[in-house]
């Protein structure tokens, strides 16, 4: 048999290295994949620092499996042990503080970075066609970050872990008839107890290992399209476009460095300032604390669960808030990408991001009667932003003419 | 001939692969059930609770199934106000006769309806709420001398436990 009658039969050995490096790309092609995709990958270059989020986001996710690895060599997932064990590794395990400190911090830059690349999404309209996979699977991720927050938040087993942890389990039992079922099936006994904080370490690392996965197809998707930018328009030719090394790997890495300034700044002068004082208590399954507030992440949904006066109303409207904002890409009328562009539009998604603002403050405050009024109206409004002015905005507002990038660049030089 | 052949074909892919999705469906029971409390969890279910050392106004946390049961010696003047609220004020309309074995004693499990936080109350000097009973600082629901819901988010009443005297002063829980 001629090779011609086997063409495609076998995917091609050559590969455009030689040497080791190409014997093993010839038969793994990884760094050939990896070349393509990272070291000669063209991006636009007009992108501006707001496109630094996702590395960094990245790079902090790479810092809380490193430190989650060696926290999980000294923890002790029981009822019993779970929270000696963190003071262990708090006075004495070696560098413990320094290990556990990062990995609380961390998450909390985790969700800084992740708002904020989000917000950039909404901004610029990187969410419309034809990237409305890469924002769904970055959706997706971020409910499963807020999931594995969550787990992690109830591993030490101090009183805001414990009661966190019912509080959040009992939203299941808003599900009707079969929702104490499920709660007991979750829970592995009818309250939180050993048998929950054996399950939830386990799911802690399952669901952080699961975004890892999500991660590849978040990028895999967008590297079928491209990188958005701030003009929202696609690159006409090459100039238009940089290699995204060394142009964006340096830019990122410039970026995260500030940002892991910061961080550092609170690591090593208020580690605690983030979290909640009552979780040094040990937890006590007869006594609530008097203020039970989630990790500060959590208050915008929070205050959205609360501005409910239904239980089972509440836990909907939660979910919900994350999910609706998944039809965006549908429900945007718009031919325009970018709120550089769109007069109306772009004062909505401003007004979105106070919003979130405003509702993460209210979720911090006891649900009194003008919280809970502030918590109604700035739901009603994300629900408005997304289901009433996304379609309707699109409509009526007439955009300016997007410009191109290389005019965009010229612009932003005179 | 690979017409006549096709359906007969289909159908036999169809019900292979009907009866392969059954038999891995099944296999997920197994694993899902596993997830249930254990037959040791199950075990604990129950709980015995000598009464006698509770003078009457006074009130006792024990614990069933990891959860905090709220024992409570009721006096008359409490007996009274719960007895003769009319049903028309409880968003979860239930007679305290139905709530209780012996007037004097309720029991409840300690756990708000709501989110699952235990309400104050079982102290003296705890904050009773505004019907006498308890209040839950989580988000603000008010409970009856009954245990039941009369203000705040919790949908029901703090439930009744399964329980029965053993004797006067004795009671098992579970």
């Not at chain 1, 929270?83 to 961390?106: C, K, P, Q, T």
């Not at chain 2, 009464?51 to 614990?63: F, W």
Request: with cysteine.
């Amino acid at each position: 048999m001629s090779s011609d009658q086997l063409q495609g039969y076998k995917k091609t050995l050559n590969s455009p290295y030689t040497g080791i490096k190409g014997w093993i790309d010839s038969r793994l092609p990884l760094i050939r994949m990896m070349e393509a995709e990272y070291l000669k990958f063209p991006v636009p270059k007009s992108l501006n620092y707001f496109w630094s989020f996702g590395g960094i986001a990245m790079f902090c996710l790479i810092g809380l499996i490193l430190t989650g690895i060696f926290l999980g060599f000294h923890y002790k997932p029981s009822a019993e042990d779970a929270f000696d064990s963190v003071e262990r590794i708090m006075r004495d395990v070696s560098f413990g503080w320094l290990i556990r400190y990062l990995h609380a911090n961390l998450v909390s830059f985790f969700f800084i970075a992740t708002f904020i690349h989000i917000f950039r999404a909404l901004y610029f309209g990187s969410y419309k066609a034809p990237r409305e996979l890469v924002y769904i699977f970055g959706l997706t991720m971020f409910m499963l970050m807020m999931a594995t927050a969550f787990l992690g938040y109830t591993l030490p087993w101090g009183q805001m872990s414990y009661w966190g942890a019912t509080v959040i389990t009992n939203l299941f039992s808003a599900i009707p008839v079969v929702g104490d079922a499920i709660l007991q099936l979750l829970l592995g006994d009818f309250t939180v107890g050993d048998s929950a904080v054996n399950r939830f370490y386990v799911l802690h690392w399952l669901l952080a290992f699961a975004i890892v996965g999500l991660v590849v197809f978040h990028v895999i998707t967008l590297h079928m399209t491209g990188s958005n930018n701030p003009t929202g328009s696609e690159p006409q030719s090459w100039d238009e476009t940089v290699s995204f090394h060394p142009y964006v790997t340096i830019k990122d890495l410039n970026a995260a460095l500030f940002f892991f300034i910061i961080m550092a700044f609170i690591l090593f002068y208020y580690p605690n300032i983030l979290g909640h004082s009552d979780n040094y208590i040990k937890a006590n399954p007869m006594i609530t604390p008097a203020h039970i507030v989630p990790e500060w992440y959590f208050l915008p949904f929070y205050a959205i669960l609360r501005a409910i006066p239904d239980k089972l109303g509440g836990v909907i409207a939660m979910f919900s808030s994350i999910l609706a904002l998944g039809l965006l890409p549908w429900l945007d009328t718009s031919k325009v990408r970018s709120c550089l562009f769109r007069p109306i539009w772009r004062y909505c998604v401003l007004l979105f991001a106070v919003n979130f603002l405003v509702l993460m403050y209210v979720g911090g405050k006891p649900a009194e009667d003008i919280y809970v009024l502030i918590s109604r109206i700035g739901t009603a409004y994300w629900f408005l932003f997304i289901f009433v002015l996304a379609p309707l905005v699109g409509f009526l507002e007439t955009p300016r003419q997007p410009l191109t990038i290389t005019n965009y660049l010229q612009s932003k030089k005179a | 001939m690979s017409n006549s052949r096709k359906p007969r074909r289909d159908f036999i892919k169809l019900s292979a692969m009907t009866l392969g999705g059954v038999g891995a469906a099944s296999l997920l029971i197994p694993f899902i059930s596993s997830m249930n409390p254990g037959k040791d969890t199950l075990a604990l279910a129950s709980t015995e609770i000598d009464l006698s050392p509770l003078e009457e106004g006074q009130s006792l946390t024990v614990i069933w199934r990891g959860k905090p049961v709220f024992i409570k010696h009721r006096t008359k003047s409490e007996i009274d106000t719960a007895k003769n609220t009319s049903l028309d004020e409880l968003p979860d309309a239930e007679e305290d006769s139905a709530r209780v074995q012996k007037d004097n004693w309720l029991v409840v499990l300690g756990v708000c309806t709501h989110l699952g936080c235990v309400p104050l109350g079982q102290k003296a000097s705890d904050t009773k709420g505004d019907y006498g009973g308890w209040f839950c600082p989580c988000h603000g629901s008010h409970y009856d001398t009954s245990g039941r819901i009369r203000k705040g988010p919790a949908p029901t009443n703090l439930p009744v436990p399964p329980y029965v005297f053993l004797t006067d002063n004795r009671i098992k829980i579970g």
